[in-house]
Every structure is written in structure tokens, then in C-alpha cells.
């Protein structure tokens, strides 16, 4: 709470056109006790507050200047929030606060243990890192509360690994992750922990592999998706710039030996790249574009593998297979993409490169 007494009696004061010597006048105070309630040097009596609103036809709030926060929880959690980005130490306080007026809500343990987290991880103050351990635990608990579909049991055995870490207890830190695996969502951390702080490079790999796929499927279904936003906003330059580095991110990954899964996908990606280049009027890379698409298609379904033993960089892949939602074969999986295009020109300059062979 924020009180501006002395610039509000000064400011009725002068709104009424009155010197300090005739207030102090009309109040029977001295011109001096004005002058230090307006410089902030003291503050006038609460009988004298009451007869001052009473003159200036005010009231006592309005006279001290009385704002009060918003202290309702979103309000104290957006507050708190802009602290941290900052790291402003006030955040700390105002954590404090809210923990002690909403000691059993979740949105209030957890949203403040992240802030203590922020805090710890910036200046590594060991008691700040156990202070967010302290309260992740405690937001387990409370975890049945929980609305936000961001935040799971996963997420905050995740966020407590960080803190294991920073305390530097990297081998509990990685344990934590290992026990919390499910599809997969910790392989990258684990890995990295195992190869760089662990000593552990051979195991790492295993965590790593997943990791490598997670990543590169995620990556490549997101520029596939991407290509249908910028389709529907008519941005063909962004289009085609996000196929090509998907197209070249995928590239690097195949190796010279026979075509896995991975050909499939860089065929039905280098459709759409004709679809891109064909809207934009380049018809001869666009043409380029489908033959090399038609080419790669027919070379996975004359042998279809589904595995991704030839992947590059990626061990423990022998018992790995991976499909896309698009069809069993490279031809089907691309007819079905063009379909979702809806573009009749297009399916038919698709065809037409089809007859071609």
C-alpha cells in the first residue's frame, strides 16, 4: 500500500489557490508544520487528517493518497511474475506474500516455486534452489488442484531435476529424470547429463537416439503443418524458406545406403515444395521438385523400411520403425498430402509427372 499524503496536500492546497501560510491559518497550525507535511518531513495528527479532508471537501483515502494493491491471486502472480523477469528482489518478497495468504494452492506453490528457481538458478544461492525444491514437493501434493494442461507431474520432476543439478546433485538429477521418462520427454537431458557431467558416453548414446528422433519428428511435423499456415495466408516465400530447411535438416541426416523412412518423408516434403515453387510461378523447379519427389517415392516402395538403422549419428536404432500419418507408402502418403492441398492443378501436375515414368 502506497500513500502520497504530503503531494496531495500540497496539491489541494494550490488547487485552491492558498499559500502554506493560509492553511496553516484556516487548520490553527503553524506554517512550518505545513511546510513539513508537504516536504514529507512529518505527517499531520489523524484529527487534524479528518478537519483537512473535511476543508478540502475531500475524503481521508482520497486526502492520504490510499492505493491498495491488487492482491487477488492472478493479480499477485502476474505481479510477481514481472519481478522475476527482471529478477527484481522484490519478486522474492511478494512470494512470501502470496504464499502466506494461499498456503494451499497449487497455482500459488508451484507459480512460486518457479519463481524461487528463476531467482536461484540466476546468483546459484543454494538456499533459494532448496527454498523451489521445497516448494515443488509441496506442489505434488497439491498437484489434484491443477488446471493448466502445461504443468504435470512430469513438469515438476523435471523442474526439481534443475534444482538437483544447481545443488550439484547431478547423479539425483538425472536418477530423477530416468524414473520420469515416459515417451521419451527427458532423453535429451539425460543423455546430455550421462555424456557431459556423468561419464557415462555409452549409455548416453541410447538417450540420445531417442532423444535425435523425438526431436527430428517433432521438427519435421511442425514444418509440414507450418507449410499449410502460410498456405492459408497466401505467404509462399515463407513456405517455401521453411520446406527448404526442413528439406536440408533431413538431408543430413540419410546416408547412401538403401532408403528407410526417412526417404519417404523427403519425398512427400519435397511435393509440397513443389506446390510452394508452383504458386510462386516457378514452374521449372517446381517440375524439378516433383520428379525428384516421384523418384525417391518409387525407390522406398520397391523396398519399404520402416526403420531407421541407416539414420545418421543415431545408435540403438535396430528395434526402432516410424510411420507417418500420411500413408503406408511414399505414392499413397503423397497422394493423400495433395489431396489435403485441394488444389486441382496441382493433382494434376502431379499426375502428369506420374505418367511421365
Known amino acids: 500500500m502506497k500513500l502520497s499524503l504530503s503531494e496531495n496536500i500540497r496539491s489541494f492546497r494550490k488547487?485552491?489557490?492558498?499559500?502554506?501560510?493560509?492553511l496553516a491559518e484556516a487548520l490553527g497550525v503553524t506554517v512550518g508544520a505545513v511546510y513539513k507535511w508537504e516536504s514529507g518531513q512529518s505527517q499531520p495528527e489523524l484529527s487534524l487528517l479528518v478537519e483537512m479532508a473535511d476543508f478540502f471537501d475531500t475524503s481521508v483515502d482520497v486526502l492520504l493518497g490510499c492505493r491498495i494493491k491488487d492482491n487477488r491471486l492472478d493479480a499477485a502472480l502476474d505481479r510477481m511474475n514481472a519481478y522475476c523477469r527482471t529478477l527484481d528482489p522484490a519478486g522474492l518478497a511478494e512470494a512470501e506474500k502470496v504464499l502466506g495468504?494461499?498456503?494451499?494452492?497449487?497455482?500459488?506453490?508451484?507459480?512460486?516455486?518457479?519463481?524461487?528457481?528463476?531467482?536461484?538458478?540466476?546468483?546459484?544461492d543454494p538456499r533459494r534452489?532448496?527454498?523451489?525444491?521445497?516448494?515443488?514437493?509441496?506442489?505434488?501434493?497439491?498437484?489434484?488442484?491443477?488446471?493448466?494442461?502445461?504443468?504435470?507431474?512430469?513438469?515438476?520432476?523435471?523442474?526439481?531435476s534443475v534444482v538437483w543439478f544447481l545443488l550439484g546433485e547431478k547423479e539425483k538429477s538425472i536418477e530423477l529424470l530416468k524414473k520420469n521418462n515416459a515417451g521419451g520427454i527427458f532423453s535429451s537431458d539425460i543423455g546430455a547429463g550421462l555424456s557431459i557431467f556423468g561419464n557415462a558416453p555409452e549409455e548416453a548414446a541410447q538417450y540420445l537416439s531417442e532423444?535425435?528422433?523425438s526431436g527430428l519428428s517433432c521438427l519435421l511435423t511442425t514444418?509440414?503443418?507450418?507449410?499449410?499456415?502460410f498456405r492459408s495466408r497466401g505467404d509462399w516465400a515463407s513456405a517455401k524458406d521453411i520446406l527448404l530447411w526442413g528439406i536440408g535438416l533431413l538431408a543430413g541426416l540419410?546416408?547412401?545406403?538403401?532408403?528407410?523412412?526417412?526417404?519417404?518423408?523427403?519425398?512427400?516434403?519435397?511435393?509440397l515444395l513443389a506446390y510452394a515453387q508452383a504458386k510462386t510461378g516457378l514452374r521449372e523447379a517446381s517440375a524439378k521438385s516433383l520428379k525428384e519427389a516421384r523418384a525417391m517415392a518409387l525407390r522406398f516402395d520397391a523396398m519399404p523400411d520402416y526403420s531407421l538403422?541407416?539414420?545418421?549419428?543415431?545408435?540403438?536404432?535396430?528395434?526402432?520403425?516410424?510411420?507417418?500419418?500420411?500413408?503406408?507408402?511414399?505414392?499413397?502418403?503423397?497422394d493423400n498430402?495433395?489431396?489435403?492441398?485441394?488444389?486441382?492443378?496441382?493433382?494434376?501436375?502431379?499426375?502428369?509427372t506420374a505418367a511421365d515414368e
Open 101 to 124: 495468504k494461499y498456503p494451499h494452492s497449487f497455482r500459488a506453490v508451484y507459480g512460486c516455486a518457479m519463481v524461487y528457481l528463476a531467482y536461484g538458478a540466476g546468483d546459484h
Open 254 to 271: 540419410k546416408t547412401e545406403s538403401k532408403p528407410d523412412i526417412l526417404e519417404k518423408t523427403h519425398a512427400e516434403m519435397l511435393v
Open 223 to 229: 514444418v509440414i503443418a507450418y507449410v499449410f499456415v
Open 309 to 334: 538403422r541407416a539414420m545418421r549419428f543415431a545408435d540403438h536404432m535396430d528395434h526402432t520403425a516410424a510411420f507417418d500419418v500420411f500413408g503406408a507408402t511414399a505414392s499413397g502418403g503423397i
Open 129 to 160: 534452489l532448496r527454498r523451489a525444491a521445497q516448494l515443488l514437493e509441496q506442489a505434488k501434493v497439491l498437484l489434484p488442484q491443477n488446471d493448466d494442461p502445461r504443468v504435470s507431474e512430469a513438469t515438476i520432476c523435471g523442474n526439481l
Open 15 to 22: 488547487q485552491r489557490g492558498m499559500t502554506q501560510e493560509k
Open 211 to 213: 532423444a535425435l528422433l
Open 337 to 352: 498430402l495433395i489431396g489435403l492441398l485441394k488444389d486441382r492443378q496441382f493433382a494434376d501436375q502431379w499426375a502428369e
